[in-house]
């Protein structure tokens, strides 16, 4: 897809990237793009890609506030632009399957974003429902009246200040639980959910393989509209999702669903994953996206432990193990990267061990692993204060934020801090590719439309290809392994040493094949014992298949000693 024909890269779309060096002439520009770098992403061992929104947005909270479903925002290029890219994409099928016990899913290339919960208010429906009571778009959208002149209800949006904005044509509010320029759909009206299978039957007809569903489990508003009792989101969404969209449209088409689905239990997710009634394929919940914030209050940071990463995976490990199917990832583009996160990114070495760690961690727990761009180099937060200012900082929900902090005795530092750990910001900044002006994702002279991460130097995806021992190439491995063994695929997932305080043990079971994985998660040495639970281990020894460090050969004696482990190890 084609970026910006200006100098302006792309701001809504993660994956979207273009290299200029190909091409000499000024429509270089325009050149290829994210259909440029597929063979990037299948070197990688990526089976399936999923582009944020690409539509038409004003970008008020980029792309996820959309104009025109059913097109291409001009800046990324055109619809022919994305069907060369649908080709290019899908001549590219690995043959490789993921699976779903016991139902085989293909394997599925592209995933459009639905961000269906709420458009733009720029939509031409929200522009032609404000105007009047009587207009035919109104019950498009969830209109209130105020009580005693103020807001419906107390409810606070997930970008700060209150969900409902005065519309003075119609003297009342409309609903938003994100920006103001994101009124939320109303999804009680017939006509809403006919337009939402028409935009499905659209991009599946253009053979799309899959939907991420934005926020799916919102679009259902708490009976009553109740004021809430603890002033933020997680009250408002009944949480219910059931299987109608699917038999109307998905089920129509061979196509693969993902739910974003925040504020989940694994209850809900083996119900609306289970093979035999699926709502969706499966689902994105944020348990351990919420362990190094207060609970709902993403700008309260406060240091993460072991014990949370492991209460949190064995829930929903187990809590889907027959008929369920989990999504695993460590970054998207709402979170902060997690090589800054979770493990060491200051020091060269260690950074590269430690996202090696955390790599190895997620990728053979049981469900799909999602890889997020620039995980697979090892790409980091924001850079650090000395360099970013507040104005610097672009994403709305750290703007919002920052506007409330005005008169809270908050020092520049202190907020600059904060938003360095919890900005949106940090993971959407321009992939690295290359070690030349702006990392290669963007002319020399061009402002992109985020500060490029001063790090490109040393962090980049052409360094990452020329050195053998890089994140790069430990990501390519584990992916394959992760294909070859029937124990990383359909093991059942059985937690070991679940009191250490370091180091994170699982086993991976089948009758055949068994899997274990040991992980040091901090940056000294700690030891494990295994003995213990012997009688969960498959045998006493087992062969070695992949370590984050090279001296490493052979045999694991499991039951002599403690097992010992370096940094990261
Ligand atoms: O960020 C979150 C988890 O820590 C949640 O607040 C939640 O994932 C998020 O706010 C919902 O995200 C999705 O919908 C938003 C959009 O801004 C995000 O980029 C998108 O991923 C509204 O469309």
Sequence with gaps: IKPFSSHFPTPGARLMVYDLKEREDSDALIAEGIT????????????????SPVYP??????????????GIMPEFGTMEDWEEFEREAHSRDLKVIEVHLPVIINVKQIVMDLVVNHTSEQHPWFQEAKKSKDSPYRDYYIWRDGKNGKEPTNWISFFSGSVWKKNEATDDYYLHLFAK?????????????EEVKNVIHFWAKRKVDGFRLDVINFISKVDGYPDATIRNCTEISTR??????KRDAFSKYDIFTVGETPFVTPSHGLQYTHQRNSVVDMLFQFELMDIDGVPGLRFVPRPWELKDIKRITNKWQEGLEGGGWNSNYLENHDQPRSVSRFGSENDPHLRNISAKALATWYIFLKGTPYVYQGQEIGMTNKTHRLIYRLDQYVDIKSVNWLATQKNKNKSEKELLDILYLRSRDNARTPMQWDDTPNAGFCKEGAQPWVGVNPN???????????????????????????????SALYGTYVPLANQHEKIYAYLRVLPEEQLLVLVNFFPDDSSVNLNEEAEKLPGRRCKLV???????DGELLLQEESIKLRPHE
């Design 181 to 193: 320029g994101q009124p939320d759909l109303n999804w009680e009206s017939e006509k809403v959910r």
């Design 36 to 51: 440029q770098k597929l063979d990037y992403i299948k070197t990688l061992g990526v089976d399936c890609i999923w582009l």
């Design 240 to 245: 219910s999702l059931t299987p109608v969209s």
């Design 546 to 552: 992949l370590s984050n460090y090279k001296d490493v």
């Design 57 to 70: 947005s004003p970008n008020e909270d980029n792309g996820y506030d959309i104009t025109d479903y059913v």
């Design 456 to 486: 490109y130097n040393e962090i980049n995806v052409e360094a990452a290809m020329r050195d053998p021992d890089s994140i790069f190439y430990f990501y390519q491995t584990l992916l394959r392994l992760r294909k070859q063994h029937q």
